[in-house]
């Protein structure tokens, strides 16, 4: 069976850039045998739009974004399915695309000032116009006083300022592609929010391809597009992000449940049994099975594909198949 | 009405950083009902935690009064505050970093009841272990497990057993959940609220989460800079602030359900116009 062909939908809307099909990771420890951490991930990401993955610690969504951008961690391999670019342009990691991360007080070095850390990764062509090239980065990511912030070393900046600095450095090689992963989950909400904008402005503006990596439903819900949730490894649902307001997978349906609404009380939220199985205990057949309301044998022994249906949308459960009782 | 447990008068805390003075705590007053839940909210650096700790006990640079059951908690004498110590405990953020990685967990349990001299034997400490294992909802196979084998909400299972088996009637939690995927988080706060009804746990939730905040808590504080900016019933708060800071941390505070009602056809539409745009034209 074949999975669905993301590369399909939202026709028009962006050109693809960049094209996952098949991406399986492996981690192959030493003298033991290959473990998959991620499976069959397709993804498409297109200029001017915002793709999501989400889900729980240990789902492989970071792992899938480090494949991407060929940073995968010591004894991790990507051994399945291939990555394509698109059209002309700069493609791979460090020209094609950039990274964002968690926590920006790490990324940033501490002894050198921030216009001195932008200024060397500048690219080549933009060397011999340094300072005019900074000033224009750092207009980009809306700094109030660009020349304080470029004499400053990362402690003097707050997190928000900070992660802007990692914007600005990221965008410095124009790439195409910019992944950002957790960027707003080590700061405050008001700051999270502005990022948040931030990011999506320069997704229109600098008509960028991003992938935001995120456990924060809320979070995609104010800024992506597509959604692809990720479960142990696989992509269990995914569709624009609309698919939130109906979501068919039990864990989509179950992480909404377990959510706190700051809009209404409930009286007892109905959290999802159990826990995301670690690597070496990922259960046969469909991973949310033990933890699934819905489970029946087939779903103990069979995994279930990721399907497209209709309006642009794809789900892997038994019970949500023609034919299945949900 | 009864006298309130917790009844905290002009709280100050102040830190001394080298030549720097810090308020971090500013004239904070509050009373806390047996039973109830009071949520502090704010961003970091607000004093939240620092409030948290200096209600306990555990800040040294603290002004005014706080009063456990009428008891003055600053200035206690020896004993009284290892009594105090088992009726008002706290539960942090880091499953990972309460726990000490080389005890089992029944064995760790079993140091915290005997060091408070709750049991005679090793034996009648096991029993107790197990109890209160089951108590916050984990198998007793668990106590011979070490921290690292078990999941974030498990651990945070035990960190709150560590708490409740002393006697604990006023329980702080600091951010309980944050470090918690969101299944888990659920099915945490469902044991905090479970453990307020069966025992009467009388709870000072700390957070940043609004959404968790209104969930769990009866009454609300909103800190900004050490000061309390608004206070009242959660419902009232959330549903109707009335400081600019509260509706500010609200807008901001990204939902689902706001979202999606926002959303065009086109895509998102952020709703955050009350920020103003960071990028300048």
């Given at each position: 069976m074949k999975s669905t062909d993301?590369?399909?939908?939202?026709?028009?809307v962006g050109e693809a850039v960049l094209t996952a099909s098949g991406l399986g990771v492996g981690f192959i420890p030493e003298g033991g045998h290959r473990q998959e951490v991620v499976g069959d991930v397709n993804l498409c990401l297109r200029t001017g739009r915002m793709a999501a993955l989400v889900g729980e610690s240990g789902c492989g969504k970071s792992i899938t974004a480090a494949a991407l951008g060929g940073l995968?961690?010591?004894?991790?391999?990507?051994?399945q399915g291939e990555i394509q670019w698109a059209g002309a342009g700069a493609c791979g990691p460090g020209r094609g695309l950039a990274y964002v991360f968690q926590d920006p007080g790490e990324c940033l070095d501490p002894v050198f000032t921030i216009g001195n850390q932008i200024r060397e990764v500048l690219p080549k062509e933009d060397r011999s116009r340094a300072e005019e090239r900074l000033a224009e980065l750092f207009r980009t990511v809306g700094f109030d006083e660009p020349a304080r912030v470029q004499a400053s070393y990362s402690h003097q900046l707050s997190g928000g300022m900070q992660q802007r600095a990692m914007l600005a450095m990221a965008l410095a090689g124009r790439p195409r592609v910019l992944v950002a992963d957790e960027p707003t989950t080590a700061l405050d909400v008001t700051v999270q929010a502005i990022i948040l904008r931030l990011l999506a402005e320069l997704q229109r503006k600098e008509n960028l391809a991003v992938l935001l990596i995120t456990h924060n439903l809320g979070v995609v819900a104010e800024v992506a597009d597509d959604l692809h949730v990720m479960y142990a490894g696989r992509v269990v649902e995914s569709g624009?992000?609309?698919?939130?307001?109906?979501?068919?997978?039990p864990y989509v349906k179950g992480l909404l449940r377990a959510l706190p609404r700051l809009e209404e009380n409930v009286s007892r939220l109905e959290g999802i049994d159990g826990s995301v199985p670690p690597l070496g205990r990922r259960p046969s057949g469909c991973r949310f099975h033990p933890r699934?309301?819905?489970?029946?044998?087939v779903c103990r022994e069979q995994e279930p594909p990721l399907l497209g249906r209709e309006g642009n949308r794809a789900v892997a459960c038994w019970a949500c198949m023609e034919g299945g009782w949900a | 009405m009864s006298r309130p447990l917790l009844q905290v008068e002009n709280l100050s805390v102040r830190y001394h950083t080298g030549r720097h003075r810090v308020d971090a705590v500013r004239e904070v007053s509050f009373d806390l009902s047996r039973g109830r839940c009071l949520g502090v909210v704010g961003e970091s650096g607000s004093g939240k935690s620092s409030l948290a700790r200096a209600v306990l006990g555990l800040e040294e640079q603290v002004t005014g009064r706080v009063d456990f059951e009428g008891q003055a908690v600053l200035n206690m004498t020896r004993e009284a505050r290892l009594a105090f110590r088992r009726r008002a405990q706290i539960v942090f953020q880091d499953p990972v970093g309460s726990l000490n990685p080389r005890m089992k967990v029944g064995v760790a349990l079993g140091e915290v009841l005997r060091v408070h001299g709750l049991v005679a034997s090793r034996v009648e400490g096991d029993a107790q272990v197990r109890t209160w294992l089951e108590t916050v909802g984990?198998?007793?196979?668990?106590?011979?497990?070490?921290?690292?084998?078990?999941s974030g909400g498990q651990r945070q299972r035990v960190n709150l057993a560590r708490a409740l088996?002393?006697?604990?009637e006023l329980l702080v939690a600091d951010e309980p959940v944050s470090a918690l995927d969101v299944s888990v988080q659920a099915q945490i706060l469902n044991l905090l609220q479970a453990l307020q009804k069966s025992r009467g746990i009388t709870w000072m939730l700390i957070g940043h989460d609004l959404a968790v905040m209104h969930h769990m808590a009866d009454e609300v504080l909103v800190m900004q800079k050490g000061e309390v900016v608004e206070r009242g019933s959660a419902d009232e708060v959330f549903r109707h602030p009335s400081h600019p800071y509260t509706r500010e941390l609200i807008a901001a505070a990204p939902s689902v359900e706001r979202a999606l009602k926002r959303r065009t056809a086109e895509g998102p539409s952020l709703g955050l116009k009350e920020l103003a745009s960071p990028v300048q034209d």
């Open positions: 993301l590369n399909e939908r939202v026709k028009g995968l961690p010591r004894g991790m391999k990507m051994d624009p992000v609309e698919l939130l307001r109906e979501p068919w997978h699934c309301p819905l489970a029946h044998a | 984990m198998d007793p196979v668990y106590a011979g497990r070490f921290p690292h084998e078990l088996c002393v006697g604990a």
